[in-house]
Structures are given as C-alpha cells and as structure tokens.
C-alpha cells in the first residue's frame, strides 16, 4: 500500500465497513505509539547473532543445526540459568542510539496488523507446551568431481515442561533429503540418482567404524527421543532464559518491552553502540515469537517492537518453505565492517522472517547467503541455506509420547564431533 492508498481509505466513497475502522485505528496507534518512543535504536545490521550451522557434528547420527543444539541444551540442563527475577520487573530504562529511521510505512503498516490480529487468538495453558518445527539445510553431498547440493529436512518436536517434577521430552525425525536446485539435479542425475548420500565426518573428528554406513537419505528416518531431567523448561530472549510462566508475565506495551529487552540485554553482555543494541532486539524478537510461549497480548508487542526497528526492509507477500503464504520482512547481517572480524567467515546473508499478517502468526524465518566465502565457497549466491518452519504450537495436559528409540540426556553424544 502506497500513500495515495492511504488517502484513498482516508475518504471513502462510501461509509467504511468495521474492518477499515478497526484497520485506520491500528495504523494511526501505532504512528502515535512511535512517536512517543523514546527513542530509536541504530540501523546498521552487520555482525547480528542468529544460531547458524556450522561445521557437521556427531549427535544422534545426523549433521546438526544449531537449532537442535540449542533445543538439546536446554532440555538437558546445559545453559546458564539466571535468577528468577519477573520479566517487565526493570523499569523504563531509556534506549539510547538513535541513528536511523523506522522502517517505511507500509512495512510498519504490516507489522501493527499483525500485532492487532495477534490479539484476536485465544490465550491458554497447560502441563505442557508443545513446539513443532521442520528445518532445512543445505548440505553438499557427492564425489569430488560432481559435487552437488541437497536440502536436508528435520522434524522436530518438543514438549516443554511447566512443572519441576515433569521431564520435557525432545523428538527428531530425518524426513527426507532432495537436490536444492535444478543443476544439483542435474548433478545427482549424472551420480546415477541414489537414494542416500554419506555423512562426511568433519575434519576434526577421528574416524568411526560406522562412518562409512552413516548416511543422510531421500526418505524419512526413524524418530529419536531425548528425555530430560526433571525440571521446568526455560527459553532464551535477549541473552538469558526464562520460564513459561516469565514469558507471559513480559511486558504488553512496546516501549515497557523495548525497555525491558535494553535492560536484559545490557545486563547480560557488554553493548558498545545503538547498531548492537538494534541487532540484539531483532534477535530477541525472533526468539520470543517462534520459539517462546507468548500470550497473544505479548506477541503483538513484539510486534510493535519490530514495526518501530531500523533496518528492517519487505520482501512483500512470499511462500514460505512449506508453501504458506506470508509477508517477509529481512534484514541483511554478518558484513564486514572495517577492522571488525566477524564470527561467521562465510560471507554476508540475509535473513527473513516470515508471519502472516491477517492472523498474527509467525510461519518461518530462513537466511540466504549473498556472497558466500570461505567454508561456504561451494554455495551458490543468494541460495536458500537454512530454515525453520513452524508446523504447530499448542498447550496441552495430554501424556508425552513415546519413541522407539529413546535416548537419555547421559547418551548425547559431545556436539564437537
């Protein structure tokens, strides 16, 4: 929608209908809510934090990506916990860095939208909360002279626990690799069209008896399960990790929640200017809607949070790796900065978020590599390298099930390997 759009709607030939009404009402709080911020943080992206894949590890037979990591980290009891202070608790600290414009109208349009639909979904509970999310990442697969390149998918399912008796469960399934593209299958035409693909062991790992048999293949696996201790599960924003009932107690105003994440966030590491301070909010927000349980009243903060950010760019409507239809919002990450060596060699990326602005739901967020160097030489310019797609959340007091294949937290294999 454009500004003559915006006139259009503004004189109407005849009376509007209740969704114009309730439509202009949302824009025009979400202009004021704006201009009555604080302030703005910088728009500089390079060097943002997002869990990428690195090099293959050796946990429960597949190549990991950091997702998986950071999902079995937190089942079994292996992240810093802080102490049990209330979210929303900190005050109004101010932000500081203001070094850019929000995002264009339209976009912000976009994200208030879905910050007012947000509000129409229904608020729940339960013993537990339950997230499924399929992952994809491309992996290079083939004999030295026909390299090509597969998309590796995952389902993975978690039941978080609300309760300190109960043990969250943690459930994985290889679903499936194809070649990404048309000249990688042309390439795995040329290979004789196999069914199955060997892991290749990092550099770093010694050699293992199975190696040779350990493959990713074209159809789905069987499904693993990882039971946790007993305890309540916690999830990450803005550095450390909360509990269900913390998430929910998070601010539902944007400029408390803003606050509270620039007080959490500088609590918990050392923020040097208003360009990380920007970079680390986007993160968190990404974290709270697609992988906390937030009450619709906090997501549409998020929301908020997000439609005031600078750096933000549309991508328009898109569909996302399951086929859903969405509007994209990206930002472009890990550039490099003149004396600044980043963490990721790989090159530059961009990284889109992926929701459905009529309902409010968060879909997908994937990143794609726009000049990739280095360990990532090998993939193609602007190709689709990772994503999570989220397939259902839910609370519910139905028992956990139960997997073939049962791994306790004591056979987790180190994740170097």
Same mark, same amino acid.
């Given at each position: 929608?454009? &500004? ?17 009404? !309730? *439509?202009? $009402? ?27 894949p690195a090099r293959r590890s050796r946990v429960l037979g597949w190549s990991l990506i950091p997702a998986v990591v950071a ?36 976009? +912000? #349009? ?5 910050a007012e639909n947000s509000l129409q979904d229904s608020d729940s509970g339960g013993r537990y909360w339950v997230n499924k ?15 090509? /390149? ?12 609300? +309760? *300190?008796?109960?043990? !969250? $469960? ?8 194809? =070649?990404?593209? &048309?000249?990688?299958?042309?390439? %795995? @035409?040329? *290979? ?8 290749? =062991? ?5 050699? $293992?008896?199975? &190696? ?9 696996? /069987? ?44 609590? &918990? ?51 996302? =790796?399951?086929? @859903? ?39 997908? %967020? ?21 994503? #999570? ?5 839910? %609370? ?6 139960? !997997? ?9 294999? =180190?994740?170097?390997?």
């Amino acid at each position: 929608m454009d &500004d003559f759009d915006l006139l259009a709607d503004a004189r109407p030939a005849r009376p509007p209908a209740a969704e114009t009404i !309730a *439509a202009a $009402r949302s824009r025009l709080l979400g202009i004021i809510a704006a201009e009555q911020s604080p302030g703005r943080a910088s728009a500089p992206w390079a060097g943002v934090t997002f869990r990428l894949p690195a090099r293959r590890s050796r946990v429960l037979g597949w190549s990991l990506i950091p997702a998986v990591v950071a999902g079995i980290a937190l089942l079994l009891g292996l992240v810093y916990v802080p102490g049990d202070r209330t979210p929303g608790s900190e005050g109004t600290a101010a932000i500081e860095g203001d070094a850019g414009p929000p995002p264009p109208l339209p976009l +912000r #349009h976009l994200l208030l939208a879905a910050a007012e639909n947000s509000l129409q979904d229904s608020d729940s509970g339960g013993r537990y909360w339950v997230n499924k999310i399929e992952s994809g990442q491309l992996i290079q697969v083939g004999r030295p002279d026909n390299r090509y /390149a597969i998309m590796g998918r995952t389902e993975e399912t978690t039941w978080y626990s609300t +309760r *300190a008796t109960d043990r !969250a $469960r943690y459930y994985r399934q290889w679903v499936g690799g194809a =070649p990404a593209s &048309d000249a990688d299958r042309a390439a %795995w @035409r040329r *290979a004789g069209e196999p069914a199955g693909w060997p892991i290749d =062991p990092p550099s770093t790992c010694p050699p $293992r008896p199975d &190696d040779d048999a350990r493959r990713y293949t074209a159809g789905p696996g /069987a499904i693993r399960e990882v039971v946790a201790k007993p305890g309540v599960s916690r999830f990450m924003i803005a550095g450390p990790y909360w509990t269900a009932t913390q998430v929910k107690q998070l601010p539902t105003d944007a400029v408390r929640l803003k606050a509270w994440l620039v007080e959490t966030i500088r609590r &918990d590491r050392p923020v040097n200017n208003g360009g990380e301070l920007s970079r680390a909010i986007f993160n968190a927000m990404v974290n709270l809607l697609y992988q906390a349980p937030s009450t619709p009243a906090v997501r549409a903060a998020a929301y908020r949070v997000l439609a005031d950010l600078p750096g933000l760019r549309s991508l328009g409507t898109v569909t996302d =790796p399951k086929g @859903r239809s969405g509007t994209a919002i990206t930002v472009t990450t890990n550039e490099e900065e003149p004396g600044v060596r980043q963490a990721d060699t790989g090159g530059p990326m961009e990284v889109r978020v992926i929701f459905d602005p009529s309902t409010g739901q968060p879909l997908a %967020w994937e990143t794609r590599r726009l000049r990739p160097v280095d360990y990532l030489s090998w993939v193609p310019t602007g190709a689709l390298f990772d994503y #999570h797609a989220t397939l259902e959340t839910r %609370w519910t007091d139905d028992p956990q099930p139960r !997997a073939a294949d049962v791994r306790s937290e004591d056979a987790v294999e =180190p994740i170097t390997c």
